[in-house]
């Protein structure tokens, strides 16, 4: 077990009143999950083994991790292009992760769709579409059923800095306010929408906006992931008790090129150098080595799962040319979303002591 | 057995609907309290409450949008466009999240959106729309179009019951114009064509609020037996029907309402084109509205909309090619 | 001169900082205008010489006439369907607004589109479509321009509470606010969107959200055409001083149904008669009687001018069929929109001394 | 004369309008600072400046919306939109504001709307759209579709002094893949058809992507002499060109690469079967995306895209008639 200088002693950690010891751990293995995939998926988008292009979410992982692992097994996603931690924690597996981004008939659209425009359906996540933020709405439409149907259940969503400006984030956040919905924005602030910088997006931060809509607005440290659990959490108990929406907007950096092709020449050198420190996985890491955890073994487990996944996935056959035409209308009953996973301990323990 | 105008046949499968199934629901402006722009949903809430029949707020993305999300966790909404000119503010939901839903994640999306469509009454560019053939374009997305009331209400209840994104293109020249037997109850009219009128020598291929149309300017054309070929469903395009018309009659004339360019009887005319060609006597006529926006002021909005007299004239020249 | 005992003293009407007398009876002349027309055209739709649907704006005269007095000739407007005091005073005569609404070849839009839809492009006006509230956009685009050229213009346009429900209210707000743009954006908050009262469009009064976007919003007696141009021309003055868009709230009341059609059984009787005694050209008559003006006078040669016009319009032929098919596409060269009228006579004085 | 990439024909034509009239701006999403998404417009914001060379918030409809109210005070803006597929967003925008303003009120709007379209690199169902149909469907706006460098450029220039909204299909696929001799300075391609091969057995119309296509399918076909028509643009199209090869070929292949139904295709095939009909010597044959969602998978996508052998087969098939 690392004990280096740096390591904080367990008091200095201190326990958190929601999560316990194995949580954090799931929260950061999500994590290492997310960007290790990622970086398998890049190195394999080099080999010329991804068609079309490649994004990741790299610096971002505590966002989608933290939010996602508040969400129970009833609750709906819609996970955007830096969210793939939240798929890990619905149950996505690695293999079938691979197996999309390299278009395989394993993937979770079987090549239909590519990259990160996907969703399991099992799992209680609608694929995203590329027009941002549209499932905004979608999200909007899940949180109305449950409260017509008046179930404690509610829709999370993410999106960017940049998708606010777009007509559909207004009529989402306006919607879920005057019909008071049980639904979670996560609003990705990571300073860019590709190459726009936030002051050619908007004149005031749009967490503001909240209030204006008539409800709660919420910045958070997007890259502490055990605050973005935080802050997911209470937006979602506030949404299954008929508080309404919230907004929460996770302060993060897009640490690198909005695709594959890009080489981020717009952004100072400097502020990528200033949000390297705060790099969520070296925090939480540091987080559970204080707590004595082995995190080299946990690192290691990760890497093996990942080559395990790889090389599985790359022995996954294309989808077949025929299929290319199946499947534009449902032909028999129409199946609604299944449930997910949902690792947090809090959903096996009493409400009263979450 | 009942007589109903093509509207009351509309809100007969809408209540019958609502009634019978509890995921039911119908959306958009001034549904609710107001009973709808035309009154199709005249009553609807007070006998099925606010959450059934949601007044919305002036957003069409929205409608779309929250309708896609309510439908992928079980329940089957039904929106309503207060004129179906005013789907072009909902246009990327409908096309890119709904229309390509089940396609790309196997996810399906049963909605219905009820689009008022066309003119005929001085509506103007913007309330006299017919915008099926955007959607006929957009993968993904079912389009019907009916022309009587027993249509109105068949086409209705298999539109909801289908698992998939359904436009439901109802003629608002119709509303009140059209009258007719309507079964009592729940029944489905399938997704294909219908023969209006049975003929020989030429066939009129049409839909919604041209049928009519077409049946008054062949009525009696020089006692030429003209057959009237009601399409009823654009997607799916019932081809056996329209290729079997042509391989029965060899001359035809296709009309739509819509403007002319890229329009469902341009998809029509290719099809024949392509397939039909052996049978052919004649050139494929087409009778559309020219490609300019409907206009208000009734001589100039008479000059464009494909009327009885063109319609004949079409016929006329074509029999004696 | 009528000297009822509701008369006030000149002293207490008291002078008008930026209105001369000549000014406010101008201002009093469009309401009247407007109503009467308006009047006029609601019988000749009876009469079933108006095809189509008929909207007014009966009740809601000041907010047009106070907003667009205080625009220049070469200030550009967007002029919606409750708003025809706005198109008086930019210049449109009454012949060309009732030819318009029986859609006659001597109308604005020569019988291609109708009723309210219009707008003259030789007096600086882009006539509305449909789709609410996509002119927000458009007058956004000319402020662009007008920025852009580094020219001392605005652009002005108005909209409902309803239509801020929409996507491009938001569109055109962000973008205004992010290019701080010299738009007057004229919120016509008169209760109602067609049915649907205003806890079912928004859960927070649109007027807050300008702070959101970064710039000024105010709320303003929609009933008081002065009000209505103290805040118009303050919006303008900032606008073309490189202060930004303002976001200007005018509570009003629809006091008509939506269209023709509409019996507005959906509104509270107490509500039309509260409204009632709030009557913008009852209380500008006030206004004028206690500066000694002869207001029947005036209403009686608004009369016979509306009459002379409705007649004249009654005499206009029909557009000719021949004609539907022209002029989709332009084919010589484009020409950007002409200066309009702008009776306030503070044009003709020094900016200082406006 | 310099040889050019198609990509920078467009970039060299933009950058000639910008230097000739100072009324012509380019605006869109990260078209400044980063020079576009494919690089258009690299290097642009040094020469003219972050007002001209406008980073816009990410919002279509407000691109589309604004660039109106620009083009009515004077200025001539081009738009990008970042990927064709994604003026659903702003479509309300272009069909209602833009589309139909001068038919209403007389009014020109010189907008230019540039859409990167297609498929071919695994862009999937929200990258390679083929748009084209639905703006012809709309009264009121242009379309065209170059398939060279010299096109690409001469159109592009012929678009921007257009007094009308003109939606510019510039092929993705093509970017870097043609090159081709283009004449310098600024010069306007016709908004009409261009015959890229002569031939008298079968003409093959097309137009964007699909000339390469074509061309390449028919260059040796058994000996046949094959025509090769590019539509270059769409509307207006080129009617007495097509029925001209019509008349001169007597078989006709169609092939478009958006979605079958009501495609541009659809059109050319309908005016073929009404006003070519006496010349045809056979069927007018189709080849088009199938009506799905184009899929990102390389497989897939190759099923759905029609490719040189799929022309070829029809050619084959259709000469054989
Ligand atoms: C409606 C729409 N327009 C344009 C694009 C192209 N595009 C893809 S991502 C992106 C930037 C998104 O920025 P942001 O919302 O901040 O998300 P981020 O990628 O930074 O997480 C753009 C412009 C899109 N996907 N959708
Ligand atoms: C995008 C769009 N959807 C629907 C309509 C139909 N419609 C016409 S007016 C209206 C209500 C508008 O309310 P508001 O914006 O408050 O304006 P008001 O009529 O009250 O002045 C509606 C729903 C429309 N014109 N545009
Ligand atoms: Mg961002
Ligand atoms: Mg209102």
């Known amino acids: 077990m690392a004990t280096d200088i740096a390591t904080p002693t367990p008091e200095q950690v201190g326990e958190h009143q929601h999560l316990q010891l194995a949580d954090r751990i799931w929260l950061h293995r999500a994590m290492l999950l997310m960007r290790g995939i990622e970086e398998r998926a890049m190195s394999l988008y080099r080999q010329g083994k991804v068609p079309g292009s490649f994004y990741d979410g790299f610096g971002q992982e505590a966002v989608s991790a933290g939010a996602a692992f508040a969400m129970s097994p009833e609750d709906r996603l819609c996970i955007l292009h830096r969210d793939l931690a939240a798929h890990i924690i619905r149950g996505v597996t690695p293999t079938r992760i691979l197996s999309q981004y390299m278009g395989r008939a394993g993937g979770v659209t079987a090549g239909r769709d590519g990259n990160v425009h996907f969703g399991d359906r099992q799992l209680g996540c609608v694929g995203m579409v590329s027009m941002?933020?549209?499932?905004?709405?979608?999200?909007?439409?899940?949180?109305m059923a449950f409260k017509l149907r008046g179930?404690?259940?509610?829709?999370?969503?993410?999106?960017?800095?940049?998708?606010?400006?777009?007509?559909d984030f207004h009529e989402a956040m306006n919607w879920a306010g005057v019909q008071k919905l049980p639904v979670v924005f996560v609003l990705e602030n990571n300073q860019y929408a590709y190459s726009t910088p936030l002051d050619k997006q908007f004149a005031v931060d749009p967490v503001e906006r909240a209030a204006a809509y008539g409800f709660a607005g919420v910045t958070v440290d997007g890259n502490d992931v055990e605050a973005m659990f935080d802050a997911a959490r209470e937006a979602r108990e506030r949404a299954v008790s008929g508080g309404g929406p919230t907004l929460i907007e996770a302060v993060t950096m897009r640490m690198h090129g909005h695709a594959a092709h890009d080489d981020m020449k717009y952004v100072p050198r400097e502020q990528v150098e200033e949000w390297?420190?705060?790099?969520?996985?070296?925090?939480?890491?540091?987080?559970?080595?204080?707590?004595?955890?082995?995190?080299?073994?946990?690192?290691?487990?990760?890497?093996?799962?990942?080559?395990?996944?790889?090389?599985?996935?790359?022995?996954?056959?294309?989808?077949?040319?025929?299929?290319?035409?199946?499947?534009?209308?449902?032909?028999?009953?129409?199946?609604?979303?299944g449930d997910g996973q949902a690792p947090w301990s809090g959903f096996s323990r009493p409400r009263g002591d979450r | 057995m009942a007589t109903m105008t093509y509207l009351q046949a509309i809100s007969s499968a809408l209540r019958d609907e609502l009634r019978a199934d509890e995921r039911v629901l119908v959306m958009g402006e001034d549904i609710g309290v107001f009973g709808g722009a035309f009154k199709v949903t005249d009553g609807f809430i007070d006998e099925f409450g606010s959450d059934r029949v949601m007044d919305t707020p002036l957003a069409e993305s929205a409608i779309i949008g929250c309708a896609v999300g309510a439908a992928v966790v079980g329940l089957r909404p039904v929106c309503e466009m207060q004129f179906a000119d005013f789907i072009s503010c909902g246009f990327d939901q409908l096309v890119n999240v709904a229309g390509k839903m089940h396609y790309r994640q196997g996810l399906a999306v049963p909605i219905t959106v009820r689009l008022p469509s066309g003119g005929g009454f001085s509506g103007g560019p913007f309330h006299s729309q017919n915008p099926e053939a955007l959607f006929m374009h957009s993968p993904g997305i079912k389009v019907v179009a009916p022309s009587t009331a027993q249509d109105a209400k068949g086409l209705l209840h298999a539109a909801i019951h289908d698992p998939n994104p359904v436009c439901f293109m109802e003629h608002k020249h119709l509303y009140r114009r059209v009258k007719g037997d309507v079964p009592d109850g729940v029944y489905e009219t399938p997704f294909t064509a219908r023969v209006a009128r049975p003929g020989s020598d030429l066939v009129v291929i049409c839909y919604g609020a041209m049928v009519d149309v077409a049946l008054s300017a062949t009525e009696d054309l020089d006692g030429a037996s003209i057959e009237v070929l009601d399409l009823r469903s654009l997607v799916p395009l019932d081809e056996e029907a329209i290729l079997d018309a042509v391989a029965r009659c060899s001359k035809v004339v296709v009309v739509d309402e819509a403007n002319l360019t890229c329009?469902?009887?341009?998809?029509?005319?290719?099809?024949?084109?392509?397939?039909?060609?052996?049978?052919?006597?004649?050139?494929?006529?087409?009778?559309?509205?020219?490609?300019v926006p409907i206009p208000f002021s009734p001589p100039l909005e008479a000059a464009v909309l494909p009327g009885v007299d063109r319609v004949k004239e079409a016929c006329r020249e074509l029999l004696a090619y």
Request: glycine share 10%; proline share 7%.
């Open chain 1, 151 to 167: 179930e404690a259940r509610c829709a999370l969503t993410w999106f960017g800095d940049g998708s606010t400006s777009r007509g």
């Open chain 2, 263 to 291: 329009a469902a009887g341009a998809q029509v005319a290719a099809l024949i084109a392509e397939k039909g060609f052996e049978d052919l006597d004649g050139p494929v006529v087409r009778v559309a509205s020219p490609d």
């Open chain 1, 276 to 337: 390297k420190l705060r790099d969520p996985i070296d925090r939480q890491e540091k987080r559970l080595r204080g707590l004595g955890v082995d995190v080299g073994a946990l690192r290691a487990e990760v890497t093996a799962e990942i080559d395990a996944a790889a090389a599985e996935a790359l022995a996954g056959p294309m989808p077949s040319p025929e299929s290319a035409l199946d499947g534009v209308f449902c032909a028999g009953e129409s199946e609604p979303l």
């Open chain 1, 132 to 143: 941002l933020p549209d499932m905004m709405l979608v999200a909007t439409g899940m949180a």
